[in-house]
């Protein structure tokens, strides 16, 4: 097309052809001699290892070939190592030859060690290796290869362990000496060698502690439960002259009593732990230390240590020379031999590598905003710190020495601790613990009301249907296979952990049921407290439910159960969750920010990607609003299937039905086949009635339509259901229209932040989103089974080549990986299906990169749109003239310019000057303005006085910004709460307003962050 040219390879994304660069390395050696070379001279693995590696090597090695532009950043032979890599790594989990050194398999630190790599790096390239071969390991290992691989896993355990690697140096470090602390007279080689021990000690003594305390499961609050408790240990046997502070007027051990520090009391106060979990992990550390290091503990009121000065001993166990001379080097000796016996069995990673920084298998970079996202944070938290060193190790098998880091109390002298991942799960998990958990596991009085003024009383239904849905999702299957030293005591301690948190999610789902059916019941003026609509819904139920085993798995942030795997179990998809996300923001005002912020994460997720795959609910919502849709969709297979029943989930996880009846609503439901619990998340193959179809959507009794639909109700109602509140509209458009102004509130701040990186301007940034509008309007079917980005990518581009900018695709890309969500799967992995008649001849599904995508797809499909956004056109006059009969969006109103978005991240405002701005939350502008000073700034800090009046900090602010001199120093902005600066905002009821104390400033002034 003119004015919008194809993108060549070579130029729009700096790619070449690898393959022939690598042909001629090492000598002439061959791709497949390499890779024998690594199975046998490297690794030493057996025969069938090496047999079954060649055999994947060989069938992926065109892949290979043909994807060298596509994977990773390096030279070819790096990127060949990589691909080995990540083939050894399939094999060892998926082969049938165990994963035991003793039956040839080996780990994954091991083939890391081997191929040169480190861990970040591996994660980020192994989903775009899993992708590209996805069907040659189907047809070698099945259909359950991904489950089997644990690659989610495995990845999530590796950012847990980096967190609590660095919470425990930064514990450690405040509370004894490090090798460097001392002093320089005292020091020698000896005394660094023993305080560097004792830290590996404890490091080592978690990691088995961690090993035999659980196997299905791995969760970050039990972790730091028992990290604490090997904490409480050292501090018990350390000798008193490593410590760095004095346990009796110390503030770190604010609990005491009349006979001296209360430790677990004062640990529980300063990792936010209780005091009875982290009672139960110090009885597991010593009893562990009891059956491993064959030492028998005496009472601590009973020995007298220097130790146990001013520390209350009722409840405290000793063990008599634990951390003394040659005790010491034999109970590390022991620990070792301990954790390799596991490790060799079925562990992939060595952990004792995270205690040491210098480790260059740790590399550097995140695994938060690629390969893996974290719940509940956007800051980078598991950013593996240390900077990659040339790998030099011995031999791959060999361990990693432990390093302490020379720095000092990092935090020990600071008046607040600082806020950490692990100090906010376990933060969120104290919320957990004091508020849901105290609560009945029953409904309450007035939610049992609601229940009974139904149509048909459903307290019973709504009971059985919560216990089956949570027995589903919190069983042993849920949770894989773990290193296990001790089955029986491991499955008992699993099934109360489950059992734990299957309480506290029915608990939660209870709670926030009645404050939403409280809502509603005031939302249906008249009709008294009869929610039969809603409470009847099978659908809301499930989602309910599900959202809250989400938030407290969240909580707990478990290895195990990552969403989207808390949807399979219900049988419900994404698309179905979203409709409850904001209910329980609202309903529950007592839900801590990090869930929060996790539930917005989810929401994000849904969004960009999960709404649009294969097997969504959204589809069969889409199909019913959008009939001209229909044929590609049921072309695709995008539509979901229905909910299995209840009876089948409980006959699928052998769960006890209690002898209740089945739900009379349940003769509406599908019945998959008998031995099969048919899952959303594959979708349906044939071409079906929508009417049919429409039915798992329908509501279980039939409603009176009101004059007013609540909300809710309508957003479960069947999708043929005309809508009264939406001018005669369908439910399903209604909801379709909903879903779709949130895809395109998200395109446009996606779309802001990518052009202001790339320096587009303003006319631009409006033509690229005025763009996606129009294609999600008139070709929708470019989102199908794709992510938003990908959509984003190209118009961006295609918009600079009708605009005549000098912008590559190179440079787009280059700008997007900047981008906070950026995932390198976005530009690698592109989602076509070529018709049967394609001009580059294939047929069926595959996956392309972005460019290929663009050329073959994305042009082809939005070329008018693309001309009617070039230099010239209006996007006003152009709805005009168009009319409302092309599209599948017949009567769709004009749409909109790119809208005023609110931007809540501090900005840098000024070129010379470290000051920063950000909006204040509209929500609390109430709270902060007092009637009598109109303050518009809450200033903080940078005031002689702190908060002697906003007039006089800004003041103060701006004379010393407007002084001419250079600022050498950083302006001081503390970090306080809302309360405090409310406070001090309504006491100074003689200030003057701000507006007319300060004179204007050159340099916009820093008002306080908002909370995001």
Known sequence: MEGAPKPSTSSGSGVTDGASGGAGTAAGASMEERFADLCKSKLGLDESTTRQAMQLFKETKNILKSSMSSLGGGSPEEIERFWSACVLYCVSRLSKAGRSKEDGGVSLCQILRASKLNIVDFFKEMPQFCIKVAHILTGLYGSDWEKRLELKELQANVVHLSLLSRYYKRAYQELFLSNDAKSSENSSESNNQEASDYYRFGWLLFLVLRIQSSSRFKDLVTSTNELVSVLAVLIIHVPVGLRSLNIKDSPYFGKKSDQGVNLIASLCEKYHTSEDELSKALEKTNTLIMDILKNKPCSASECQQDNLSFTDAEGLKVFKDLLQGNSLKSSLLKLEKEYDNAINSKGELDERMFANDEDSLLGS?????????????????????????????????????????????????????????????????????????????????????????????????????????????????????????????????????????????????????????????????????????????????????????????????????????????????????????????????????????????????????????????????????????????????????????????????????????????????????????????RACTERRNVLVDSNSFRSPVKDIIKSKLPPLQSAFASPTRPNP????????????????????????????????????????????????????????????????????????????????????????????????????????????????????????????????????????????????????????????????????????????????????????????????????????????????????????????????????????????????????????????????????????????????????????????????
């Not at 944070?377 to 950013?383: E, F, L, P, W």
């Not at 301007?761 to 070709?779: A, D, G, H, T």
């Not at 609110?902 to 303005?929: E, F, G, Q, W």
């Open 365 to 681: 970079g995140s695994l938060s905003g690629g390969a893996i996202n974290l719940p509940g944070t956007k800051r980078k938290y598991d950013v593996m710190a240390s900077p990659a060193k040339s790998i030099t190790s011995p031999s791959p098998m060999s361990p990693p020495r432990f390093c302490l880091s020379p720095k000092g109390n990092s935090f020990g002298n600071s008046k607040m601790a600082p806020i950490t991942p692990v100090s906010t799960a376990m933060t969120t998990a104290k919320w957990l613990r004091t508020t849901i958990t105290p609560l009945p596991s029953k409904p309450s009085g007035e939610l049992l009301r609601f229940f009974s003024a139904c149509d048909k009383d459903v307290t019973e239904d709504i009971t059985r249907r919560a216990g089956i849905i949570l027995g589903a999702i919190f069983t042993s299957s849920s949770f894989g296979e773990r290193i296990c030293t001790n089955v029986r005591s491991t499955n008992r301690m699993d099934a109360i952990w489950m059992e734990q948190r299957k309480m506290e999610a029915l608990k939660l789902y209870y709670r926030v049921l009645e404050s939403m059916c409280r809502a509603e019941s005031q939302i249906l003026s008249g009709s008294g407290n009869n929610l039969t609509s809603l409470l009847s819904n099978e659908r809301f139920h499930r989602c309910m439910i599900a959202c809250s085993a989400e938030l407290v798995l969240a909580t707990h942030k478990t290895v195990t159960m990552m969403f989207p795997a808390v949807l399979e179990k219900p049988g419900i998809t994404a698309f179905d969750l979203s409709k409850v996300i904001e209910g329980f923001v609202r309903h529950e005002d007592t839900l801590p920010r990090e869930l929060k912020r996790h539930l917005n994460s989810l929401e994000e997720r849904l969004l960009e990607s999960m709404a649009w795959e294969k097997g969504s609910s959204m589809y069969n919502s889409l199909i019913v609003a959008r009939p001209a849709l229909s044929a590609e969709i049921n072309r695709l297979g995008l539509l979901a299937e229905p909910m299995p029943s209840l009876d089948a989930i409980a006959a699928h996880h052998n769960i006890s039905l209690g002898g209740l009846p089945p739900l009379p609503f349940q003769k509406q439901e599908h019945s998959p086949d008998k031995d099969e619990v048919r899952s959303p998340k």
């Open 725 to 1012: 509140a939406a001018g005669g509209e369908t439910c399903a458009e209604t909801g379709i229209g909903v879903f779709f102004s949130k895809i395109v509130k998200l395109a446009a701040i996606r779309i802001r932040s990518l052009c202001e990186r790339l320096q587009l301007s303003q006319q631009v940034l409006e033509r690229v989103y005025f763009l996606v509008q129009q294609i999600l309007s008139q070709q929708t079917a470019l989102f199908f089974n794709r992510h938003i980005d990908q959509i984003i990518l190209c118009s961006i581009y295609g918009v600079a080549k009708i605009s005549q900018l000098e912008l590559s695709f190179k440079e787009i890309i280059f700008g997007y990986r900047k981008q906070p969500q950026c995932k390198p799967q976005v530009f690698r992995s592109v989602y076509v299906h070529w018709p049967p008649r394609s001009r580059n001849g294939k047929t069926g599904e595959d996956h392309v990169d972005i460019i290929t995508f663009y050329n073959e797809v994305f042009i082809p499909a939005a070329k008018p749109l693309l001309v009617e956004v070039g230099p010239g056109a209006s996007p006003n006059k152009k709805d005009e003239e168009k009319g409302s009969v092309d599209g599948p969006f017949p009567e769709s109103p004009r749409l909109a310019r790119f809208p005023n978005l609110p931007d809540m991240s501090p900005k840098k405002v000024s070129a010379t000057h470290n000051v920063y701005v950000s909006p204040l939350r509209s929500s609390k502008m109430d709270i902060l303005l007092s009637p009598s000073s109109k303050s518009y700034y809450a200033c903080v800090g940078e005031s002689t006085y702190a908060f002697q009046s906003p007039s006089k900090d800004l003041k103060a602010i701006n004379n010393r910004l407007n002084s001419g001199k250079k600022v050498s120093g950083r302006l001081n902005f503390d970090v306080v709460s809302d309360l405090v600066v409310a406070s001090s905002l309504s006491s100074d009821q003689n200030a003057k307003p701000a507006a007319m104390d300060v004179v204007p400033v050159k340099t916009p002034v820093k008002s306080e962050p908002s909370e995001l």
